[in-house]
């Protein structure tokens, strides 16, 4: 059955499947597609740009402006008090001090044996070698040899610090001058007898200075005691014994706690520091360093210390009084006051939301600038006060005309005999009744020996 292959030839004939022929396109053509591809493409991007952004808003609030905080309570001035003040520090800067220069010498003298005293007891303990006690780098230096610079504060780990936490613990452990010195704990009666002779060198130094302001009319004049500081900040108190002439002093009773009960109208009674001290340290009598504390703890209290600036609130009690407090005794004592003062604690909460600020460059991420809450609240305080001072030395002027010789931020000193002290502080007090309603003062009035 086998039979032939039959092919089939197909001539003059085109194949079955014949590819088409397609003609190239034209140059317009293509610069058109080309068009519509890049018009997509910015369409899409443009999308994708507004996607990103919307996402962004809705992960972070936008930046809130920043407010100044509003200026504080301020006592009630009559037209002219500001003129009368600005005359009476000019007043008192030209009237001058009495000083003896004998006396002043004399007692200059005295001082400076003290200091070569303190000098030889910082040195014969010779746990560290010092070279020049006057100059911090010097006493820095032999410290840092002696490995004697090491604080209780608890060191600050690498993972904390890489994520930026704690900050207030770095700042607390720093020592960078003399009045930090006392957190050294490695070296304490190494650290007493330097800063005993420290002391005793910043007062000798005044003195020296009183010495070559002396006039020839034997008058000291300086724009120091009549700028309204505060006293403490010169040891002026230290060399009232070479003053001539009759003088008396009048001193306000912690103006700055005074002052905040009547910014605040805080309604409980005003707390006595007395009275912190037996609680704090549960005795009976307390002892000027405790009295020290309970009140550098109440105005770390009055400056507005958080429980998240404990370490903060250590370094300033610290200073204050230059000695280490257990950390949990000073939260508890904070603790304490935040409650019984709720007027002040509504205060600080409502103040401090005008130094919300943004951290670094991160939207959305804000936190309170405790630091810059204190300034203001410092600087406004510092006015306060010196209203206070001046308003009380325009009193003594109208009852003792041209007799006042020194006014600081707390402690007026006056070239009189010793008037009686109830009549004086009456009038004092009637002459702060109008600027500072409500409020009530304290005042000692002592003859200066």
């Keep these: 059955m086998n039979e ?11 194949p079955f499947l014949t590819p088409p022929i397609i003609a190239p396109p034209s140059h317009e053509h293509v610069e058109q597609h080309r068009a519509a591809n890049r018009e997509a493409a910015r ?19 936008p930046r809130t402006p920043k407010l100044d905080p509003p200026r504080l309570r301020q006592p009630v001035l009559s037209d002219n008090a500001l003129h009368e003040i600005d005359a009476l520090d000019a007043a008192v800067f030209g009237r001058g001090i009495a000083v003896g220069r004998e006396r002043l010498v004399s007692l200059g003298k005295q001082r400076f044996e003290e200091l070569r005293a303190l000098d030889r007891d910082v040195r014969a303990f010779q746990r560290i070698l010092f070279v020049d006690l006057s ?55 190494s650290v007493r007898n330097v800063l005993k002779f420290r002391r005793s060198f910043e007062s000798l130094i005044f ?29 002026f108190e230290k060399w009232l014994s070479v003053l001539q002439r009759d003088h008396f002093s009048v001193r306000l009773v912690d103006p700055f706690a005074h002052l905040f009960w009547w910014l605040c109208g805080e309604r409980v009674p005003l707390l006595d520091t007395l009275d912190l001290a037996r609680e704090f340290f549960s005795v009976r009598i307390p002892s000027d360093q405790q009295l020290r504390v309970a009140q550098a703890i109440f105005h ?17 009690v610290g200073r204050e009084t230059q000695q280490v407090i257990d950390i949990r005794e000073l939260e508890y004592w904070r603790t304490e006051l935040v409650r019984r003062c709720p007027a002040i604690a509504h205060f600080h909460s409502t103040i401090s939301d005008f130094f919300w ?16 809450c ?52 009456e009038r004092i007090e009637r002459k702060l009744a109008t600027a500072f309603a409500n409020a009530r003062f304290k005042f000692n009035v002592n003859e200066v020996a």
């Design 4 to 14: 032939d292959r039959i092919v089939t030839t197909h001539e003059n004939s085109s």
């Design 43 to 61: 369409i899409a991007s443009r999308e994708e740009a507004q996607r990103e952004e919307a996402l962004s808003r809705a992960m972070n609030p």
């Design 135 to 189: 100059q911090w780098h010097s006493v820095e230096q032999s410290f840092a040899i002696a490995g004697a610079l090491s604080t209780s504060v608890p060191r600050v780990r690498t993972a904390e610090a890489s994520r930026g936490g704690g900050v207030d613990r770095i700042a607390a452990a720093s020592i960078t001058d003399f009045d930090s010195l006392w957190k050294a704990q490695a070296e304490p009666q």
């Design 207 to 235: 003195g020296q200075s009183l010495l070559q302001r002396i006039s020839d009319d034997g008058r000291v004049r300086s724009h120091f005691f009549s700028s309204g500081r505060e006293s403490k900040q010169l040891p």
């Design 300 to 316: 770390a209290f009055l400056l507005g210390y958080r429980e998240w600036e404990l370490w903060g609130l250590w370094d300033f």
């Design 357 to 372: 600020r943004d951290v670094g460059n991160a939207e959305g991420h804000r936190k309170v600038d405790a630091n810059a």
């Design 374 to 425: 204190r300034d203001y609240i410092k600087r406004e305080m510092q006015v306060l006060q010196n209203r206070l001072s001046a308003l009380t030395a325009l009193a003594l002027d109208e009852l003792m005309p041209n007799s006042i010789v020194a006014r600081f931020s707390d402690l007026i000193l006056v070239e009189h005999e010793k008037p009686k002290a109830f009549p004086l502080i």
